[in-house]
């Protein structure tokens, strides 16, 4: 996993982007690519935006292990939100600061 954030920005070339079909609470899909990774604690996180509007706020996964895949799970537990939320905010103020 990578703390670092692909975007204009970057200085090194980019084989693929990692893309994922994200179905929202109304049974939309939306295309999602994988920009930041991030951990709190033992706990992998993972951000994606929106391929087709990146100016969307980003959607945070917890990634799990599935054998030798990984998988990205919503975050349901209130407190785990509230802590990974914190962790992402302070990373993103060191990032712009």
């Not at 084989?15 to 609470?25: H, K, L, R, S």
């Not at 980003?58 to 939320?85: H, K, P, Q, S, T």
Request: with cysteine; net charge negative.
């Amino acid at each position: 996993m990578s703390d670092h954030v692909h975007d204009e920005n970057c200085n090194h070339e980019h084989d693929e982007e990692a893309v994922f079909i994200v179905t929202d609470e109304d049974g939309n899909e939306h295309e999602m690519v994988l920009v930041y990774t991030f951990e709190s604690g033992d706990q992998a996180y993972a951000v994606l935006l929106d391929r087709n509007d990146p100016e969307d706020d980003g959607v945070i996964f917890r990634i799990e292990e599935d054998g030798e895949d990984e998988v990205l799970v919503n975050i349901e537990d209130d407190a785990e939100w509230e802590r990974v939320m914190k962790v992402y905010e302070e990373l993103v103020a060191q990032e712009e600061g």
